[in-house]
Structure formats: structure tokens, C-alpha cells
T-cell receptor, first 114, second 113 residues
């Protein structure tokens, strides 16, 4: 079974702090994604990566950056957390080996910025 | 651009009732279509999929048919159970080998005994 794990289920940070969210997948997937999930807005793509050291902006990249130094790990960084970044963050991965690119999701990190 | 529109929830049904969650999409070409489900406290998981017109995806008693003429992919189940209570997301992946998936806003389903 594909497993995508995220470093924390719940996180509370203060405004202005630098925040790291970590995601690890164990299926050797090439593609990895970071989404945020908000009520009424569904899932919005923040960043994604096709390969190690590669990254592409999604629909809402402002205020975020990412890092992918190893194939299995994709980190989301909030350089200076703000209250409007309070949200559920979901990581996902998919393989380029199939045409469907089915995405596998982690359990999510609920981040609260106070 | 691509977009997915789902019926707003929450949807509340009694056990054994018939379920329909509407989904329509806008996309160029021939997208692949998906339904994902998110159970409480968990991430999303793929429920079913369809890759071309008139395909029917099915899993766990749920079904959805890819209707290109109406650009729809409605989710149905004949008899829901309490354990089906979750949030359901319709999604599409554009044709052309592009890995991005566009999600709808989600529909919360609550099934009461």
C-alpha cells in the first residue's frame, strides 16, 4: 500500500514564525503536491514537484516555498506565518508511470497561526 | 481554465436512502474524472475514476458515469450506510499528460441511522 505521511497532525505557531511541514512517501513517486483545504473552497494547489529539486507554482503560492532534496520528501515552508495561513494542509504524491496520475494523500496537518 | 462544480452540502440522508451528488466540469479536450472521499480525520482517497466518455466508474457500491454531452460525472449509490458519512470531492485531470488535478469544493454527506 502507498503510504504518505506528514510530520504533524496538529501544529500551533505564532505570527511571524518560520514553519516547516514535512511530507514523506514510500512508493518512489515522481510527483508530489501540497494543497491547503478550507471550508467552502475545497482543495487549492500551493506547489508541486515533478522530480528532485524541481518545483512548480500552483494556484496559491504566495507566502509559501517548497523544498525537494530527496525523491521521497517534499517540504512546505511558511517563511513568516500569518493568521490567514491557518488551514488544513494536505500532501499528495503520484506516479508518472501510469496515465491516470492517481494521487495518494497524507492525513493532513491542521495548522493554527495565532 | 479547468473547473469543477459540485452541489453544495451538507447532504443528510437516512440509512438505505438513495444518494446522488451532482458534479459538472469545464475543461478542454478529454479530461479524466475522479471522485475522492475524505473520512473524518483522514486524507483523501480515490473512490472511483473514469477516463473517457460513457465510462462508468464503480467502487464500494458507488457509481458515476462520464457524460461528455452534459459535462457531468454525478456520484450515485443505491443504499447508503452510516459508514458512508464523509466529504466527497469531484475532480478532473486535464488531457495532455498534465499531472495537476482540479478539485471541486467538496460535498459533506451525513447518513443517520
Amino acid at each position: 500500500d502507498v503510504k504518505v505521511t506528514q510530520s504533524s497532525r496538529y501544529l500551533v505557531k505564532r505570527t511571524g514564525e518560520k514553519v516547516f511541514l514535512e511530507c514523506v512517501q514510500d512508493m518512489d513517486h515522481e510527483n508530489m503536491f501540497w494543497y491547503r483545504q478550507d471550508p467552502g473552497l475545497g482543495l487549492r494547489l500551493i506547489y508541486f514537484s515533478y522530480d528532485v529539486k524541481m518545483k512548480e507554482k500552483g494556484d496559491i503560492p504566495e507566502g509559501y516555498s517548497v523544498s525537494r532534496e530527496k525523491k521521497e520528501r517534499f517540504s512546505l515552508i511558511l517563511e513568516s506565518a500569518s493568521t490567514n495561513q491557518t488551514s488544513m494542509y494536505l500532501c499528495a504524491s503520484s506516479s508518472q508511470g501510469t496515465s491516470l496520475y492517481e494521487q495518494y494523500f497524507g492525513p493532513g496537518t491542521r495548522l493554527t497561526v495565532t | 481554465g479547468n473547473s469543477v462544480t459540485q452541489m453544495e452540502g451538507p447532504v443528510t440522508l437516512s440509512e438505505e436512502a438513495f444518494l446522488t451528488i451532482n458534479c459538472t466540469y469545464t475543461a478542454t479536450g478529454y479530461p479524466s474524472l475522479f471522485w475522492y472521499v475524505q473520512y473524518p480525520g483522514e486524507g483523501l482517497q480515490l473512490l472511483l475514476k473514469a477516463t473517457k466518455a460513457d465510462d462508468k466508474g464503480s467502487n464500494k457500491g458507488f457509481e458515476a458515469t462520464y457524460r461528455k454531452e452534459t459535462t457531468s460525472f454525478h456520484l450515485e449509490k443505491g443504499s447508503v450506510q452510516v459508514s458512508d458519512s464523509a466529504v466527497y470531492f469531484c475532480a478532473l485531470r486535464a488531457s495532455g499528460g498534465y499531472q495537476k488535478v482540479t478539485f471541486g469544493t467538496g460535498t459533506k454527506l451525513q447518513v443517520i441511522p
